[in-house]
C-alpha cells in the first residue's frame, strides 16, 4: 500500500475514503458510478468549461 503525503498529514490507503462523483442526467442527479459502461464512457469524455464573471458594471445614480 501506498502512503499519501498532504502537507503535514500522511495517509494510508486505509484511512482514505473514496470521492463519489454525481452528475445531472434527464433533470434529476445520479451518481457516475451507477450509470452503465456506455454512459461511464460518455461522461469521460464531456467536455467542462468554467464562465468567468464579468466585472460589476456600475448603477447610474
Not at 475514503?17 to 433533470?27: A, D, I, K, L, P
Request: net charge positive; aromatic share 6%.
Amino acid at each position: 500500500m501506498s502512503d499519501i503525503k498532504i502537507g503535514d498529514v500522511i495517509l494510508r490507503e486505509s484511512e482514505r475514503q473514496r470521492c463519489e462523483v454525481w452528475t445531472r442526467v434527464m433533470g434529476y442527479h445520479r451518481p457516475v458510478s451507477a450509470f452503465n459502461p456506455g454512459k461511464q464512457a460518455e461522461h469521460a469524455e464531456r467536455l467542462h468549461f468554467r464562465e468567468d464573471r464579468l466585472p460589476a458594471e456600475p448603477r447610474a445614480a
